[in-house]
């Protein structure tokens, strides 16, 4: 089996390196990529969000003071800021203020040392990288070991950006063109939290795509903004299920919508989300089994932050 059920040919599960061995390294920098591959991993994911002047770099939010050195660069304390991204209200620095050039100066740092092996030993290593970056250190990966190097990419806030004349999609869609990864073979996963971006995606690039389902009562912000009343509970309903189908080839579910728990976080009765994903010739790829989740089983919980996907779920089965 593989882990799409599609001919994908991953491993069951298939683990993917969540913004690198993010676990071990500053998230989202070569040396996290690099270490989650030397790892093991069979994808390594990156989140994109655009620069000032339109370059798409690998970030998990357009925010940048938890996550790099910004605040200590006296000649930035100007571009400090108050702004509103998908109706939350943030203060801080924002990749869009910033050229690529001035982005570049900054240095990468760990989100929240301290915890585990979550340290700041690697504060100040690694750049934040451009998504071009990566598609050239995944070839030069690629040639390395002889085989295509999976990546699993994922548009943050796409309506915000568009809105601001900084749209992902065709930028994304351009770099995975340039690269040889705009086919339905190509080993991509493109994945957002905003039907809509994947439906853009879809009319530019075949490569395989994922909705990502955040929990039951939640709207994804596209829905929001468009006045959509569905929340997250009707597209995992069969009929909502069958709409993803209509433009996508699989959903990224938050565990709780497959193993729900109760208040006092204890396990109960699974969903029939991985049945009705299947019936609907969806692949299933759910997140984040981290350390952290203690449930799941001890080979999963090795210290890293990797992400076990998988359409069958291999170990986790006796979960469901
Ligand atoms: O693939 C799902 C996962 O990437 C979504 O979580 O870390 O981007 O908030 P995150
Ligand atoms: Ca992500």
Redesign the pocket.
């Known amino acids: 089996a593989s882990a799409s059920g599609k001919g994908h040919g991953l491993p069951v599960p298939t683990v993917?390196g969540?913004?690198g061995a993010s676990g071990y390294r500053p998230e989202h920098t070569l040396g996290s990529y690099q270490l989650a591959l030397d790892l093991g991993a069979d994808i390594i994911?990156q989140?994109l969000v655009p620069t000032k002047d339109g370059h798409l770099v690998c970030r998990?939010e357009n925010d940048i003071t938890a996550t790099t050195d910004v605040a200590a660069h006296p000649e930035f304390a100007d571009r400090k800021t108050t702004k509103t991204v998908d109706g939350t209200a943030l203060t801080g620095w924002f990749t869009e203020d910033f050229t690529l050039a001035e982005l570049k100066t900054l240095r990468a740092k760990e989100r929240i040392p301290g915890t585990r092996q979550r340290n700041t030993l690697y504060d100040g290593r690694w750049e934040v990288p451009t998504f071009e970056e990566v598609l050239q250190w995944a070839e030069r990966e690629g040639r390395k070991r002889g085989r295509r190097i999976w990546l699993?990419v994922?548009t943050?806030h796409p309506t915000y950006f568009r809105k601001l004349g900084l749209g992902l999609e065709e930028r994304l869609a351009k770099l995975l063109r340039a690269y040889g990864r705009h086919r339905k073979d190509s080993p991509t996963f493109l994945?957002s939290?905003e039907p809509s971006s994947i439906q853009r995606l879809r009319k530019l690039v075949a490569t395989p795509a994922?909705v990502?389902l955040?929990t039951a009562n939640s709207r994804p912000w596209d829905f929001v903004e468009a006045g959509d009343p569905r929340t997250v509970a009707d597209l995992v309903k069969p009929e909502g299920l069958e709409w993803i189908a209509g433009y996508a080839d699989g959903i990224?579910p938050?565990l709780s919508l497959i193993i729900p728990r109760d208040s006092s976080g204890r396990l109960t009765t699974p969903t029939t989300l991985v049945k009705d994903a299947h019936a609907a010739g969806l692949v299933l790829?759910p997140?984040?089994m981290r350390n952290e989740n203690s449930f799941l089983p001890a080979d999963f919980r090795r210290g890293t932050d990797a992400?076990a996907?998988g359409d069958a779920f291999g170990a986790f089965k006796k979960y469901f």
């Open positions: 993917i969540h913004r994911e989140d998990h699993y994922e943050k994945q939290f994922v990502l955040s990224g938050d790829h997140y984040t992400t996907y």
